[in-house]
């Protein structure tokens, strides 16, 4: 089993920033890749961002490339995201996730944190 522990969500204006992080906990060693995803109210949860949890390349959804950053510090066993020029359509629920096992969709992550939010206001 993973723990997935996410912080630094909140409340902030439109072309702000924030940076979110998530703190691995347990069979870490078993991770491949690491994700996050977010989830705004009556919308489905939509993929954001993952990197191989050995590092290389990151995937960005469209809506967020160029504004947002993940990186991961294998060291702490942490994953973050840099969040700039936020708009109001990045209200949601941001959710970090854990893959371990490969061969299968790629954004069918196998943990899941419990989810911080972040409002962005006009």
């Known amino acids: 089993q993973v723990q997935l522990v996410e912080s630094g969500g909140g409340l902030v204006q439109a072309g702000g920033s924030l940076r979110l992080s998530c703190a691995a906990s347990?069979?870490?060693?078993?991770?491949?890749?690491m994700g996050w995803f977010r989830q705004a109210p009556g919308k489905e949860r939509e993929f954001v961002a993952s990197?191989?949890?050995?590092?290389?390349?990151?995937d960005y959804a469209d809506s967020v490339k160029g504004r947002f950053t993940i990186s991961r510090d294998n060291a702490k066993n942490m994953v973050y995201l840099q969040m700039n020029s936020l708009k109001p359509e990045d209200t949601a629920v941001y959710y970090c996730?854990?893959?371990?096992?490969?061969?299968?969709?790629?954004?069918?992550?196998?943990?899941w944190g419990q989810g911080t939010q972040v409002t962005v206001s006009s």
């Open positions: 990197i191989r949890w050995s590092g290389g390349r990151a």
């Open positions: 996730a854990a893959k371990s096992r490969l061969f299968v969709p790629a954004y069918e992550y196998d943990y």
């Open positions: 347990g069979r870490t060693f078993s991770v491949n890749f």
